[in-house]
């Protein structure tokens, strides 16, 4: 089935600074690949949907600014998160869609101290 | 409407019980309709899917019901197990690359041994 690896699984990182997550379909190709967060022991929030070569959509609510988004080849989308605070701190998924449906990456846990 | 709604919140189940999670949808576009399984610290994994041509499909000890004019679908899993202890999530969409995954959410599952 369709994998997609996301990369870094965690990471630690200081307040202020600029963090990028990955997001790769490793055996098909994605034109859109989509960002979610997740809190604790909460349901998946979409925040953007990536689209291969142009810009990405936005959610109500979610800052273009802060979690700047990338789909620069049908394989890769790549999630940045700007000048991060604590409240950053959560968990990232991404997603993408081929024949058999949604298929998500693992996560990434980013952690701003 | 475009909200999916999922109960119980949690659901506590005895080995070798079954477990019957219950989503409600409105938006009679929905043609997708999956549910995943999400262990602490990684990303959803689908469990099984149904369109809304079958009123029912079954995959091992999992099976979807599905009610097209009540708009409602369950996930009924048989013979729960300790391992089935994780937190499931219902979804819909109108399938297409494109077309985002509405959650609903969540329900956390506990198997008592």
């Known amino acids: 089935g369709a994998v997609v690896s996301q990369h870094p699984s965690r990471v630690i990182c200081k307040s202020g600074t600029s963090v990028k997550i990955e997001c790769r379909s490793l055996?098909?190709?994605?034109?859109?690949m989509f960002w979610y967060r997740q809190f604790p022991k909460k349901s998946l929030m979409l925040m953007a949907t990536?689209?291969?070569?142009?810009?990405?959509?936005?959610e109500q609510g979610v800052e273009k600014d802060k979690f700047l988004i990338n789909h620069a080849s049908l394989t890769l989308s790549t999630l940045t998160v700007t000048s991060a605070h604590p409240e950053d701190s959560s968990f990232y998924i991404c997603?993408?869609?081929?024949?058999?449906?949604?298929?998500f990456g693992s996560g990434t846990r980013l952690t701003v101290v | 409407q475009q909200q999916v709604k999922q109960s119980p919140q949690s659901l506590i189940v005895q080995k070798g019980g079954i477990s019957i999670i219950n989503c409600a949808y409105e938006?009679?576009?929905?043609?997708?309709f999956p549910w995943y399984q999400q262990f602490p610290g990684k990303g959803p994994a689908l469990l099984i899917a149904?369109?809304?041509?079958?009123s029912e499909k079954k995959e091992g000890r999992f099976t979807i019901s599905f009610n097209k004019s009540a708009k409602q679908f369950s996930l009924h899993i048989m013979d729960s197990q300790p391992g089935d202890s994780a937190t499931y999530f219902c979804?819909?969409?109108?399938?297409?690359?494109?077309?985002?995954?509405?959650f609903g959410t969540g329900t956390l599952l506990a198997v008592q041994p």
């Open positions: 938006n009679t576009a929905f043609d997708y």
């Open positions: 990536s689209n291969e070569g142009s810009k990405a959509t936005y």
């Open positions: 979804a819909a969409s109108i399938s297409s690359a494109t077309n985002k995954l509405i």
């Open positions: 149904i369109r809304p041509d079958v």
């Open positions: 997603s993408a869609w081929d024949l058999g449906g949604y298929t």
């Open positions: 055996d098909f190709q994605a034109t859109t």
